[in-house]
């Protein structure tokens, strides 16, 4: 039972990143996922949730950048960054509040 998360790197302010968060062994169909961030220093904040009725919610500091999305067949989330900004850098983690399960967390980073 794990969430797999991936997609980070080095990127230039303005660019572009796409996270995913594969999972196993649980399904994520119907149920609420959400992404967190952590900067260092920093506590962990809410990103995005794509929530198990199908609505998103954002936080302000993301709204018009980021997307949040679903493949329910493939078990994935995803959470699409464009125009990223030094402030985003931080380590990004997919969530599950149904089954309270942290994905291991993926590495962004943001150079002016």
């Known amino acids: 039972v794990q969430l797999q998360a991936s997609g980070g790197g080095l990127v230039q302010s303005g660019g572009s990143l796409r996270l995913s968060c594969v999972a196993s062994?649980?399904?994520?169909?119907?149920?609420?996922m959400d992404w967190y961030r952590q900067a260092p220093g920093k506590e962990r904040e809410l990103v995005a949730q794509s929530n198990s009725g199908g609505s998103t919610h954002y936080s302000d500091f993301v709204k018009g950048r980021f997307t949040i999305s679903r493949d329910n067949a493939k078990k994935t989330v995803y959470l699409q960054m464009n125009s990223l900004k030094p402030e985003d850098t931080a380590v990004y983690y997919c969530y599950s509040s149904y089954y309270v399960l942290w994905g291991q967390g993926t590495q962004v980073t943001v150079s002016s």
């Open positions: 062994g649980i399904t994520i169909n119907g149920k609420s």
